[in-house]
C-alpha cells in the first residue's frame, strides 16, 4: 500500500491491514472548497497533520462541512513538495494509546497544500484570500514564527526589505500581503487564529500583522484604511488558543509497525531546515484546543470535533494552567534531568521513581497552591492525567532531547510565572519552593553538555545556549568552590527567568544546588533524590 489516491480505492488491502479511510466524498470536498474555501492554515508540520487536518475530517464525517483545508508553508517548503505532494495531500496518522492500542486513519481533509517560497502558489492563496466565504485563517508556525526582530536588535534583514519595499519574503510579510489582499477586494472579516503553543498566542500575531500594516502605511505603500481594517476587531480577530498534543518526530518503532502491516510509504526525510517529516504522523491520543470564540465571518463547528470555544480570560486561565503548571513545567523537569541522567525516551524516565516525585512535587506541591484554575478543566485531574497517562505511555516515541530544546525560551513563563506568584502570595513563601529551583540549577548543570557518568551528550539546539555556556565553559565535573562569578550573570537574568533569581532569594541557594550537581560522577542523581525525599517529608 501507498498513500495517494489511486490506492485508496483499493478498500480491501487498507481494511486488512487495520487502518481507516475517510468517510466522505473527497473529490466532492475538493471541488466545494476550491469554489468557496473557508480554512486556510499557515504551518504544515506535523501537528497540523494530525489535528487541526484531523479535526476538519471529523466534520467531513459527521457531514457537517462540506469544504477541507487549504494548507501553506511559508517557511520549510520542502514539506509541501516531499510530504504532501508525492501523496496526494494524504496523512496517515497514528495514535499511540496509553492501554497500547493503536488506531490508523488516513486523513484526507487537506483540499490541496500550497508552497509560498514558490510566487505562482503564493498567487494561489491570494486568490482565496480575495474570496468572502474565507471565515478562517489559522497557524501552527512557532512562536519564533511571530518574531520581527533580531537577536542583535533591528528586524530580521527579510523584514526590513519587506518594510521598505512592501514585499513578501518574510513569512509575517506573506500574511500581511494577504490580508492586504483581502482588505482590497472588500474588506471582508475573517479571524486570523494563532494555534503554536506560547502565551497570548494572537496578540503575537496581531502585533506582528499591525507593524507591517504601520510601515506600509508611514512609508506611503498602501493607504491608512489598511492598518484600520488590522485593527478593527469585526473584521479581523486575533483569536488567543491554548493547544495541547504531544507530536513527537516520525518514529523508527511506528516505521516497522506500519511496514508490518504492508504500508510501504514509511520512508522519513530530513529537511534541509531540520524539519523531521514522512507520509505518516505518529502522535497521543490526548488532545486539547480552547479557542476565544471570536469569528467575525463565522466558523467551523470545530465544538462537534471536540474543540472549546470560550471567552479570552478562560483561554488565558487555561493557557496557564497548562503552561505554568499542569504540563510544560513537568515536560522541562523530565527533559532537563532526562539528558543528565542518559534517557532516550520520557516514558522510561516516568519508571524512575526520583523522577516521578520530582514532577509530581513541581506540578502538586508546589504548583497547584497558585494554579490559576479555568473553570472549564480540572487542574488537578489535568496534571493526574498527565502523570498516569500521559508521560508514561510506553508507545509514545518522545524524548528528552527533543522537549529540551530552546529551554532559555520556556522557563520564564514554566516557572519564572509560579516563582512571581509565591513572592506575591501573602501565604506562601518563596523558600517553600524546593524543586523548582533544583530543576532550574540542574538546568545549568546540564548547560555543561557533560551527563551523570562524565560523558559528554550533544546539548539540544537554543538561541542563548552559546552566551550561557560562555559562563560556564570552565567548569568540569568534580570541580570545587564556588561558582559564584560564573552562575550570577545567568540567575541574575530576568529575561530568562521572568525575575532575578537572586532578589527573589533563591540565587544562592541555586548556586549550592549547582555545586552538588557537578561534585562529580553519579552527583545529579544523588542530588535528585535527596531533594525529593526531603520535599516528600
Known amino acids: 500500500m501507498k498513500l495517494n489516491n489511486a490506492e485508496l480505492s483499493q478498500k480491501e488491502q487498507w481494511e486488512k491491514a487495520g487502518i481507516l479511510l475517510p468517510q466522505f466524498d473527497r473529490n466532492a470536498m475538493i471541488a466545494e472548497t476550491k469554489r468557496a474555501p473557508e480554512w486556510a492554515h499557515f504551518g504544515a508540520g506535523n501537528i497540523f497533520r494530525i489535528f487541526p487536518a484531523a479535526l476538519q475530517q471529523s466534520l467531513l ?6 469544504t477541507g483545508v487549504i494548507v501553506a508553508e511559508g517557511y520549510d517548503g520542502e514539506i509541501i513538495d516531499k510530504a504532501f505532494s508525492p501523496c496526494d495531500n494524504l496523512t496517515l496518522a497514528v495514535t499511540l494509546k496509553a492501554d497500547g492500542s493503536i488506531e490508523k486513519r488516513v486523513i484526507g ?7 509560498l517560497e ?27 514564527g511571530y518574531s520581527l526582530n533580531s537577536r542583535e536588535g533591528g528586524f530580521l534583514p527579510d ?9 513578501a519574503a518574510s513569512y509575517i510579510g506573506k500574511v500581511s500581503a494577504l490580508l492586504m489582499e483581502r482588505y482590497k477586494a472588500g474588506a471582508f472579516p475573517i479571524a486570523m487564529v494563532s494555534m503554536d503553543n506560547c502565551s497570548h498566542n494572537g496578540d503575537k500575531l496581531f502585533a506582528a500583522v499591525s507593524a507591517f500594516a504601520d510601515q506600509w502605511a508611514a512609508k506611503g505603500f498602501i493607504d491608512k484604511g489598511f492598518a484600520n481594517y488590522v485593527r478593527d476587531k469585526t473584521k479581523v480577530s486575533f483569536p488567543w488558543s491554548m493547544i495541547d498534543k504531544i507530536t513527537p518526530r516520525p518514529d523508527e518503532g511506528v516505521r516497522k509497525l506500519l511496514e508490518e502491516s504492508g504500508f510501504e510509504d514509511t520512508a522519513g526525510q530530513i529537511t534541509a531546515k531540520q524539519t523531521y ?11 486539547y484546543l480552547v479557542i476565544e470564540d471570536s469569528f467575525p465571518n463565522g466558523r467551523p463547528p470545530l465544538e462537534k470535533a471536540g474543540v472549546l470555544f470560550t471567552s479570552r480570560e478562560t483561554v488565558d486561565k487555561v493557557e496557564k494552567m497548562k503552561v505554568c503548571t499542569c504540563l510544560n513545567p513537568l515536560h522541562t523537569s523530565l527533559a532537563v534531568f532526562g539528558c543528565l541522567l542518559g534517557y532516550a525516551k520520557i516514558s522510561e524516565e516516568m519508571k524512575d521513581a526520583d523522577l516521578v516525585a520530582l514532577i509530581e512535587g513541581i506540578g502538586y506541591t508546589e504548583g497547584l497552591p497558585v494554579v490559576v484554575d479555568p473553570g472549564v478543566l480540572s487542574p488537578k485531574a489535568f496534571i493526574d492525567q498527565v502523570v498516569r497517562a500521559r508521560l508514561p505511555n510506553p508507545f509514545m516515541p518522545d524524548t528528552p532531547q527533543r522537549i529540551a530544546c530552546d529551554t532559555s525560551q520556556k522557563i520564564p513563563i514554566r516557572f519564572g510565572e509560579t516563582i512571581k506568584a509565591y513572592i506575591a502570595s501573602e501565604t506562601l513563601k518563596v523558600d517553600d519552593l524546593r524543586l523548582i529551583p533544583l530543576t532550574l540549577a540542574a538546568w545549568a548543570r546540564y548547560l555543561l553538555g557533560v551527563d551523570d557518568t562524565g560523558a559528554a551528550f550533544a546539548v539540544s539546539p537554543d538561541p542563548l545556549y552559546e552566551s550561557l555556556f560562555a559562563h560556564v565553559k570552565h567548569i568540569k565535573l568534580g570541580d570545587a568552590g564556588d561558582f559564584h562569578i560564573a552562575l550570577q550573570p545567568i540567575f541574575s537574568d530576568a529575561s530568562i527567568f521572568a525575575v532575578n533569581l537572586y532578589d527573589a532569594g533563591l540565587g544562592a541557594r541555586m548556586e549550592g544546588l549547582f555545586a552538588e550537581m557537578a561534585a562529580g560522577v553519579g552527583a545529579v542523581r544523588k542530588t535528585l533524590r535527596k531533594y525529593t525525599t526531603e520535599a516528600a517529608g
Open 277 to 287: 517529516i514522512a507520509p505518516f504522523v505518529n502522535a497521543e491520543e490526548t488532545q
Open 61 to 66: 464525517e459527521q457531514g457537517l462541512a462540506k
Open 159 to 167: 523584514v526590513q526589505a519587506d518594510f521598505d519595499s512592501c514585499g
Open 118 to 144: 514558490r510566487p505562482d502558489q503564493f498567487s494561489v492563496l491570494q486568490d482565496i484570500f480575495r474570496s468572502p466565504s474565507l471565515k478562517m485563517a489559522s497557524f501552527t508556525i512557532t512562536e519564533k
Open 109 to 115: 481533509s487537506v483540499a490541496w497544500s500550497l508552497n
